[in-house]
């Protein structure tokens, strides 16, 4: 069956660095590959979407690259700052309407 | 727009009682889904809905029931409540399929059932 590892529960850094987490499967590869911010109490809110044949993605401060061959997304927030910190989950989606999540990485930003 | 809806925020619920979690969007989406979130998981797709009329099972559907006779609702049924069901739900809906799309999420239902 399809396992999803999204590195270590927590990531601490400090305010400016850059934050990278990380995302590796198994098995099938995605036709997409989703990521989603959740805060504490709250439902999860979408990031960014990118396509098995698209390398890179970014948008503002936000960077996400796709590698089908060491099956992995790593997504990157530059210039991170303490409302950065939040539960990153990562998402793989299949033609089929199944998508499945990881469990996420907690990212605390430290000022 | 409101966006996503779930009623209600917190219950608790005895084993073998039922319930139904509300949920509403406002955004005239045609894809609904339910999701549950246990500790430390990832989010498991419970059931989901390509459109009014439409349902089908995710990845566990066992415990639960859908409908979805408008486009803007999808309640989601407990009928015998079990321990294993403590968790917190969440509705979510997007415009095309969920792979390909963003998802809104709502706030979640949190649900003890002792």
């Known amino acids: 069956s399809q396992k999803i590892e999204q590195n270590s529960e927590a990531l601490n850094i400090q305010e400016g660095k850059t934050a990278t987490l990380t995302c590796n499967y198994t098995?099938?590869?995605?036709?997409?590959l989703q990521w989603y911010r959740q805060d504490p109490g709250r439902g999860p809110v979408f990031l960014l979407l990118?396509?098995?044949?698209?390398k890179e993605k970014r948008k503002e401060r936000l960077k996400v690259t796709f590698d089908t061959t060491l099956k992995q997304s790593l997504f990157h927030i530059t210039a991170s700052q303490p409302a950065d910190s939040a539960t990153y989950l990562c998402a793989l989606g299949y033609n089929n309407n199944d998508m499945r999540f990881g469990a996420g990485t907690r990212l605390t930003v430290k000022p | 727009n409101a966006g996503v809806t779930q009623t209600p925020k917190f219950r608790i619920l005895k084993i073998g009682q039922s319930m139904t979690l509300q949920c509403t969007q406002d955004m005239n989406h045609n894809y609904m889904y339910w999701y549950r979130q246990d500790p430390g998981m990832g989010l498991k797709l419970i059931y989901y809905?390509?459109?009014?009329?439409?349902?089908d099972k995710g990845e566990v559907p066992n415990g639960y029931n859908v409908s979805r006779s408008t486009t803007e609702d999808f309640p989601l049924r407990l009928e015998l409540a079990a321990p294993s069901q403590t968790s917190v739900y969440f509705c979510a809906s997007s415009y095309g399929g969920q792979s390909a799309d963003e998802q809104y999420f709502g706030p979640g239902t949190r649900l003890t059932v002792t």
């Open positions: 809905s390509v459109g009014a009329g439409i349902t």
């Open positions: 990118i396509r098995e044949n698209e």
């Open positions: 098995n099938y590869s995605p036709a997409y």
